[in-house]
Nanobody, 122 residues
């Protein structure tokens, strides 16, 4: 079965860093893209970043470009989201998801993991 496990969230001061991890299992890793979404209280879910395992293509929301970096470790079947220069507006529950790169880009992935809370204090 397809299973995704997100971890790495926590409380950090503005300007600090966190690294989120998404461990995937139950499917051929290279056949899927992995992405990160976030949802803050009272706001719509938004796409943050995704990476295609087929060709290495990446996507970043404009709000996180230059601050966040997505990467993958195929040996560990894990995707990471390095978040630097964090801002209070980055506070949200972060979810990882898996599907084709197209599905992730348009925000309709089929498989979702549980969320991990990221809180940035001001």
């Amino acid at each position: 079965e397809v299973q995704l496990q997100a971890s790495g969230g926590g409380l950090v001061q503005a300007g600090g860093s966190l690294r989120l991890s998404c461990a995937a299992s139950g499917f051929t890793f290279d056949d899927y893209a992995i992405g990160w979404f976030r949802q803050a209280p009272g706001k719509e879910r938004e796409g943050v970043s995704c990476i295609s395992r087929s060709d290495g293509s990446t996507y970043y929301a404009d709000s996180v470009k230059g601050r966040f970096t997505i990467s993958s470790d195929n040996a560990k079947n894990t995707v990471y989201l390095q978040m630097n220069s964090l801002k209070p507006e980055d506070t949200a529950v972060y979810y990882c998801a898996a599907d084709g790169f197209f599905e992730l880009r348009v925000g309709t992935p089929l498989y979702w993991g549980q969320g991990t809370q990221v809180t940035v204090s001001s």
